[in-house]
């Protein structure tokens, strides 16, 4: 048994997963020219989070981790905007607009703390 953690522990790496994954499921039925202008773009943000949260754990030093950490910042508020284009232009329902601004906004603060352990618990 390991004492290191593993990406699947991180918290924000588990919400951003799981919430690609589920606009994914969304956006796969829209018709083509919905896929082609804003789900391609709302995949791509929303896939960003979770990636640069995974890159930025792979990476050695204290300030690299940290500065991919930060990258997914941006891509969050990326996604806030495709989902509230996706709702103005009525390619979501109420309930998932809600639930994919409700895991959007959990994002910074579970950062926030990553971005807190990362500092306190390395050296370099």
Do not use: C, H
Not at 4 to 29: G, M, P, T, V
Not at 78 to 90: F, M, P, T
């Amino acid at each position: 048994m390991s004492n290191y953690l593993k990406l699947n522990d991180i918290n924000s790496y588990k919400i951003a997963f799981r919430l690609s994954n589920y606009i994914w499921e969304i956006i796969i039925s829209w018709n083509y020219f919905a896929k082609q202008t804003v789900g391609m773009q709302f995949v791509r943000s929303i896939d960003s989070i979770a990636a640069n949260v995974a890159e930025g754990f792979g990476r050695y030093t204290k300030k690299d981790k940290i500065n991919f950490y930060r990258y997914s910042y941006g891509s969050i508020k990326e996604s806030l905007d495709w989902n509230e284009k996706s709702k103005v232009r009525k390619l979501l329902t109420k309930e998932q607009y809600e639930y994919i601004l409700q895991e959007l906004n959990k994002l910074p603060k579970e950062l926030n703390s990553l971005i807190k352990f990362t500092n306190q618990k390395l050296t370099i």
